[in-house]
């Protein structure tokens, strides 16, 4: 739905004259009279410049952020002096603790000074087409689910970001890194395709709608719950994997600068729910029940053939029955070992200890 200012500029005749005027030299200065808190931000550590941290003074910081924003709905950047006639944005996330985690601030900083580039940063020149077919096979589909997953990544904080409140304003940057996060994974995982020689693999019907499930999510902690904490945590070990399993400096530095990117989601999402719990702990509830009905979307993309089987197959290297034993062995440890990470993070968040309740399946190693 549009919407269109109260009236038309080039007819405010008004306006105009005060153009033309101030042109003149005939300054109102009604700006230069505002009274607005005087601060001085000043870097704690000139290697780091200045961050969101040295600019956390009085009305401007984050820590004056209150629980329930009201009256607040404007554009107007936060500590500045407001006027009448601002226009309603519509913003539906007013809670700080629907979304604010203590760490966020140091994840966008950290966001900003590690960022990579796809296109120079990985050493695309070593690679060699054809070399191993079997593995560049693999690795090839690995890429193409991992580009799909990186996608939906990408749209969950762009569904909600126009939602949030222009008071959050860090935490909304902090959702803006981590869409060029993942639009640099999917730039990553595709290019890594396409040097292979073999081209983008299959999609898979089970990943996404696993995928498209996550991204349905009701309400920002439930999304963030889902997208970050839960599927972040096994991202993160897929792309260990492909580190792991690399045979070259190009596949290592890809999975290595991939996976510091995905840890800073996961970061933000037990931080995340960490905050969002202690100041409104009845939620403890309603998100578990999420957990349970949600947590089956890991198994459609962990579990999809079009991941675990060039995993498998990865590890391997060959086709051979007694070397795909070894990498079945791979896959289930791999398996194992993220679901306990994640057993592990949802107890920290605050979520209690799921390992009872959760029907994601236990792997023997």
Not at 90 to 106: F, I, L
Not at 159 to 187: G, P, T, Y
Not at 231 to 246: N, S
Not at 329 to 351: D, H, K, N, T
Request: proline content about 4%; some cysteine; hydrophobic content about 45%.
């Amino acid at each position: 739905m549009a919407y269109y200012a109260e009236k038309n500029f080039f007819e405010d005749e008004q306006l105009i004259e005060l153009v033309t005027s101030i042109l003149s030299g005939n300054l109102t200065l009604e700006w230069y009279q505002a009274q607005g808190a005087r601060v001085r931000a000043r870097p704690a550590d000139p290697r780091r410049g200045l961050t969101y941290e040295d600019c956390n003074l009085g009305p401007y910081g984050y820590d004056a952020i209150p629980e329930l924003i009201r009256n607040r709905y404007s554009m107007a950047a936060r500590g500045s002096v407001l006027v009448t006639k601002l226009p309603d944005l519509g913003y539906t996330v007013n809670r700080r603790s629907d979304v604010w985690s203590d760490n966020v601030v140091a994840l966008y900083e950290e966001a900003k000074s590690r960022r990579w580039a796809p296109a120079v940063d990985v050493p695309w020149g070593e690679l060699a087409a054809g070399a191993d077919p079997v593995r560049d096979a693999a690795r090839a589909q690995l890429c193409t689910l991992l580009e799909e997953v990186a996608l939906v990544a990408m749209e969950m904080p762009s569904k909600w970001v126009f939602s949030i409140n222009q008071e959050l304003l860090e935490l909304k940057s902090f959702l803006c890194a981590q869409m060029i996060d993942e639009a640099r994974h999917v730039e990553a995982c595709r290019k890594r395709a396409l040097a292979s020689g073999q081209g983008l693999g299959r999609a898979s019907t089970s990943a996404e709608q696993a995928l498209k499930e996550l991204l349905s999510a009701e309400t920002y902690p439930e999304a963030s719950l889902g997208m970050n904490l839960l599927l972040g945590g096994f991202v993160l070990a897929m792309y260990r994997a492909i580190a792991t399993l690399a045979e070259t400096r190009a596949d290592r530095l890809l999975g290595t600068l991939a996976m510091q990117d995905v840890a800073r989601s996961v970061a933000y999402g037990v931080g995340h729910m960490r905050y969002h719990l202690a100041h409104q702990p009845a939620k403890v509830v309603a998100l578990g029940e999420y957990l349970d009905r949600t947590e089956h979307v890991v198994l459609g993309i962990a579990g999809s053939p079009e991941f675990l089987e060039p995993l498998v197959l990865l590890a391997a290297g060959s086709l051979d029955r007694e070397r795909l034993a070894v990498g079945s062995r791979f896959a289930r440890r791999w398996f194992a070992a993220a679901l306990e990470e994640y057993f592990e993070r949802a107890a920290s968040a605050g979520l209690g200890d799921r390992r009872e309740r959760s029907r994601l399946p236990r792997l023997d190693s």
